[in-house]
Structures are given as C-alpha cells and as structure tokens.
C-alpha cells in the first residue's frame, strides 16, 4: 500500500511440545515471524524449561569448530550442506575427530614460531653489533653484567667521561656513527647500580641485555642464518601438514560451525517458550500476507500446531515498503524517528520532494554538473571498488571518512544525485553556468538557422528579474506540503479515533488557506471588505471558521500557535533565498574575474584564483545548505503535520546463511 509500512499481525502458535524444536526451526528458516514476549494472560499458565544437555553439548562443539577456524589455513568453501536435525549436526560435529593432531601441530607452530622471532632478533643484533671482534660468549660473564647499547652520537662522548669515574669496573667498546654510537657494555661487580641507571638516564641511553650467543660475528650469522632455514624448513612442514587436514574438513568445519550458530539461536528461543507438560506457546509479529504461507508450512511440517490471529492494541514493528527506487531514502527517515506500524510512511514524500528542494536551491547546471559527477564518483568508488580515478585531496577525504561511514556516503550521494540534474535543468532555464550566461550562443545560432524565436540574452526564467514569481510560486509549493501534511494528519487522527485532534487539523488547514487567499486579494488589489465584498467575506469565514475548529478540537493552546501555520508556509520562501545568494556570489566572483582580464598578468593571475577558489567555495555551500535546508522543509514544516514517528523495526527471526542450507525453504516457496 502507498505511504504505508507493511501491514503486521499478532499471531499465537501452540502446537505440542515435542514439535517445538520443529516449529522454531520453521520461524528460524522462513524468516518471517518476530518473537515477543508471551502476554501477561498467557504467562501466567505456562513455564520455561531449559534443555541444558542438548545446549551444552551444541555450545561445546560451536567452540570446537572456532578453535579449528583460527588455527586450519582457511579454505573458500563452494558448496552447501543441509542438516535436518540438531543430533545430525553435533554427530556431523564429533565426525570431524583432528582434536589432538590439530593441538599438535598448533603447539609445535608456536614453539616453532617462537624460536623464529628469537632468531631474528638475534641476527639483527649480531648484524648491529659486528664491530665486535671477540667471540660474543666472552659476554656471558657470571659476575658481571653485558649490556648491547645506542647512544646519540653528540652525547656519547659525555657519557663516556661519565663512565670514566668507574673505569677499575666497567668496560666499553664503541663503534661511532654519524647519528648514533652503538657500544657494547660490561660492569662488574664493583660498578654501582644506581651510577649507570643514573648516567644511562641523564644522556638518553638505550641499553639492552646481551643474549646468550656464541662465536665471533662473521661465523655466528651463518649460524643464526642457517638456523633460521632450519625453523622456516619444519614451519612449513607443520604448516603443509595444516593445510592437509584443511583440505579434507575446513569446509565441513564452516558449514557445521553456522549450523551450530544458529542452533544456539534456536536452542535459546527453545529454552524461553512458554511450555505445559505437552503442549508449548509463542507470540510474534508477521506480516499479513505470510500467515496463510507460516500456517500452510506448519500444517504440512509438523502435526497438531495451530497458528490464531490475536487482536491487539500495540503499536505493530515497521517493515518498509516502498518501491525500489526509494528505498535509499527510508535512511534518512530512520535518522528522524522511525513511523509506527500502522500510520503513514513519508519515505515516498521525502523522495520525490527533497530532490526537487535541492535541485531548486542550488539552480545552477555548472554546480549541478560537478555535484552530479563527484556523486557518481563516489558510488563508483566506493560501491564499485573503482580506485583507477582520484578527484578528491586524501585529506579531505579522510575528514569525509571521519564524518560519515562509506555506506553513508553511499546513501548520500544517491540521494542527492536526482537533485544534482534537476539542478542541471534549471540551470538551463535560468541560463547559469558557474554564473556565467552561456544559452545565448545556443539560442543565437538556433535563431539564425533554424528560425526560431528563442530569447536573444538565452534567459528563459531569470531569478533576478523574475524574483516576484519565484517567491509565489516557493509559496504556493508551502501552501501545497502544509495542506497535504494536515490532510495526512486529519487521515491519523480519523484512523485512530482521535475526533479533536482530526476537528483542529481541519481548523489549521482553513484557516492557513483563509489567509493565504486574503493575502493574495490583497496583493492583487482586490476588494476584500466583508461588509461589500462575498469573496472577502468568505475568506474571512475561513480564517473565523478555522479558529473555531482548532478552540474546538485543541483548546485555547492552538489560538496562542497561530502565527506558526502561516510561518511554515512562508518558510518555504528559503528555497528562493538560498538561490538568489548562490546566483548573487557566483555573478560577484565572475565579475571580479572579468575586471582583472583588463589589466596586467598578475591582476589575472589573481582573478583567475579568485574565480576557482570562489566557486569552490559556492559549490561546498551549494553541497550542505540545500541539502540541509531541503531536509529540514520536510521535516520540520511538513512531518508536523502527521508524523508522529518513535516505531520500532521489525526484525524477524533467523539468520542469513552462507555455507548451509535452509531445512523449510522449499515448502515455503511451493506455496
């Protein structure tokens, strides 16, 4: 239905207790029920039971299966599986028995891997410090301390004297640099502690224990090198090993570790169901179109389980229908507040009107165009992974990252990319292009060749000239959305039995139209004394007929809030003022640009700066102001007429597989 959610309906299911695991699996997989909590009534008859065993053993295996993810080389997985049963799928689980060569060669890899980093290490040392021409297991002296040490060059001869006071206790070999001194360390017994944690600090030295290493430099890297083969030779070898056990269970792993997943997810449904000594009871949502289908599965599926329709007064969740196109907008409904399940939902209005706002306020087919382009530049980008063209500085598009998420941006630029040609169209028609006024070269040769009779300066619709008509026209279009909003609120206000507020809704809507006819007699000079005139007295009528309504059907509150219905049509004004500011700084930069090409070259260096960074300037205005004020017309000016907003999403049970399949999805499509 049009500007409507999809239509929702309480059901009940009580079926006997030995189908429960069935008919979960059933909501599991045809993903059309929301659970709820069972009504107080109900309740009251009924327990919950917990089948511990059957979890335990599922969240076990689950466990089982993620440790074997983490540790086996993964592997794509091109097939599906099906389980029919959670004794299936925890015997399928037990079937994969690699438990303890997986826990072998996973313990091997890291002690293999430990000694790999060491060895690295080692030869970055050895390499660092091959200034040093004895065999490094001199170094490891019981009654002393070795020390492998780097220090800023311009400090090491400070820190050398320092160390001078001890020379009976320590000994140091350098190697100088440029930047950095590296040394090697060694204080015995005698050399006090606190003196080179002292002298260490005071020159920023950064020391390190020596490790245990034996041999001189040149030979002891061979060594470390041919170690390092050695560990990389049995690395791979665990590894090969790995990947064999990969190749002949990872994908039955992936495929039993998401049944599993949703198992728990049905077990946990299972263990909270209201339930007697044989039957068991649930309660949901669902749209009513699938209750014929849910109790077709459910009568072909399992025995005895009946499905009621229950009458209710809850607000229903919100499941969005809209048509395809317009589903990117339904993002910029949910950032305002969700609708209730049963009153309108403006996601259609918002779509088709906030292009329109936007494409008048900017106005411009130069800015339309570059709008336009840097919006399919994102959606290629982005949704497209076409990284082959880069329009945007990386800063600015860190700042963007920073502000919105990539799927937002997405949303965003979609959205705004209807707006961007409607802004390209009325470009046209108001001849502006960055400002300039290029359709009298088009019009000229038309004119001349084809015999037309085109406007000679190319200007169809000026907004300057022809500023009176935008502003009434920008009025009207207030006029149409507060109508239409009230219209929609009387609609509300009807369906849910509020008579007032449906009573003062009528008086805002006559009253704002009294006014807005008086207003227009007026400014057409017309005759509008009651005491002569009937169309004055009728408008007057109006205006007097409404106040009544709206004392009626809201109190004494709505007369102190009269200003505010004819404030939010005249709001819509904006949509001319933001124009005429982006049409006035666009013709200012072009005619500074244009006074500067009469003078020397760095004048027209200057304007020709002036004139790129000033529509840089109008476009990033022309970017936010219109879609903000675009966004706010609607929301503000227009939802308050109707909207009351705070639903909740539907979100129905079940899960979105990849690697398995589901168990009732064949019936569900035959019917």
């Not at 239409?484 to 609120?489: A, Q, V």
Request: hydrophobic share 45%; aromatic share 10%.
């Amino acid at each position: 239905m049009v500007l409507k959610p999809i239509p929702m309906q309480r059901i009940a299911v009580l079926g006997l207790r030995k189908e429960r695991q069935t008919v979960v699996s059933i909501l599991h997989d045809l993903h059309v029920v929301q659970l709820e909590s069972l009504s107080k009534d109900v309740a009251t008859l009924v327990r919950n039971e917990r089948d511990n065993e059957t979890f335990r053993q599922v969240s076990d295996q689950l466990l089982r299966m993620k440790a074997f993810k983490t540790v086996l080389p993964p592997i794509a997985a091109a097939q599906c599986q099906r389980f029919t049963s959670v004794d299936q799928i925890i015997q399928a689980a037990k079937s994969v028995n690699v438990d303890d060569k997986v826990a072998t060669l996973e313990k091997e890899k890291e002690h293999l891997l430990t000694q790999l980093k060491e060895t690295e290490n080692n030869t970055k040392l050895v390499e660092e410090f091959s200034f040093f021409p004895e065999d490094f297991n001199v170094l490891q002296l019981k009654m002393a301390h070795s020390y492998f040490g780097r220090v800023d060059s311009k400090n090491y001869a400070a820190f050398r004297k320092a160390l001078d006071v001890n020379s009976q206790d320590v000994f140091v070999y350098p190697k100088e640099g440029k930047d950095i001194t590296n040394l090697v360390l060694v204080t015995f017994p005698n050399f006090p502690p606190h003196a080179l944690a002292t002298v260490v600090q005071e020159y920023d030295v950064k020391l390190e224990a020596v490790p245990k290493l034996d041999g001189k430099a040149d030979q002891l890297l061979q060594n470390l090198k041919a170690k390092h083969a050695d560990i990389s030779n049995k690395l791979k070898e665990v590894e090969r090993q790995l990947g064999e056990i990969s190749k002949s269970h990872y994908v039955d792993i992936v495929c039993i570790e998401e049944q599993l997943e949703i198992e728990n997810k049905k077990l946990e449904v299972v263990d909270n169901l209201g339930v007697t000594s044989d039957s068991f009871a649930l309660e949901g949502w669902i749209p009513k179109s699938k209750v014929g289908q849910l109790r077709s599965v459910f009568e072909k599926n399992t025995k005895g389980t009946m499905l009621f329709e229950l009458e209710t007064d809850e607000h229903p969740p919100t499941q969005f229908d809209n048509p395809k196109r317009f589903k990117l907008f339904e993002a910029f409904i949910r950032f305002y507040s969700l609708p209730e399940g049963k009153e309108f939902d403006p996601t259609l209005i918002f779509g088709i009107f906030f292009p329109i706002f936007y494409g008048m306020m900017v106005g411009d087919a130069g800015y339309g165009l570059f709008i336009l382009l840097v919006c399919r530049w994102v959606i290629r980008r982005i949704e497209g992974g076409k990284r082959d063209i880069n329009i945007m500085p990386s800063m600015l598009s860190k700042f963007a990252l920073n502000i919105l998420k990539r799927r937002q941006m997405v949303k965003l630029a979609k959205a705004m990319t209807p707006g961007a040609i409607i802004a390209i169209g009325l470009g046209f028609v108001f001849n502006l292009y960055f400002g300039f006024h290029l359709n009298g070269y088009l019009f000229g040769f038309l004119n001349t060749h084809l015999g037309l009779h085109l406007p000679a300066d190319g200007t169809i619709f000026s907004p300057i000239t022809s500023l009176r008509k935008l502003l009434l026209i920008a009025g009207y279009i207030g006029l149409g959305m507060v109508t239409f909003g009230l219209i929609l609120g009387i609609l509300n206000s009807i369906r849910e039995g509020l008579k007032k507020h449906a009573i003062g809704k009528m008086g805002w809507l006559l009253f704002g139209w009294g006014v807005v006819l008086f207003g227009l007699a007026l400014m057409h000079h017309q005759h509008v004394n009651p005491v002569h005139s009937m169309t004055g007295a009728a408008y007057i009528g109006l205006m007097i007929g409404g106040i009544g309504l709206m004392f009626v059907g809201e109190g004494p509150r709505a007369i102190m809030e009269l200003p505010s219905i004819v404030s939010h049509i005249l709001s819509y004004t904006r949509l001319i003022g933001i124009l005429l500011a982006s049409v006035i700084l666009a013709d200012v930069i072009d005619f500074i640009f244009f006074k500067t090409l009469h003078h020397g070259i760095p004048f027209i260096v200057l304007g020709t700066m002036i004139l790129f960074i000033g529509h840089i300037f109008n476009i990033i205005i022309g970017v936010f102001e219109p879609g903000i004020q675009g966004a706010r017309l609607v929301y503000v000016e227009f939802f308050s007429k109707f909207y009351h907003g705070n639903g909740r999403a539907f979100k129905p049970f079940g899960t979105a597989r990849k690697f398995t399949y589901h168990q009732y999805e064949l019936q569900a499509e035959k019917k």
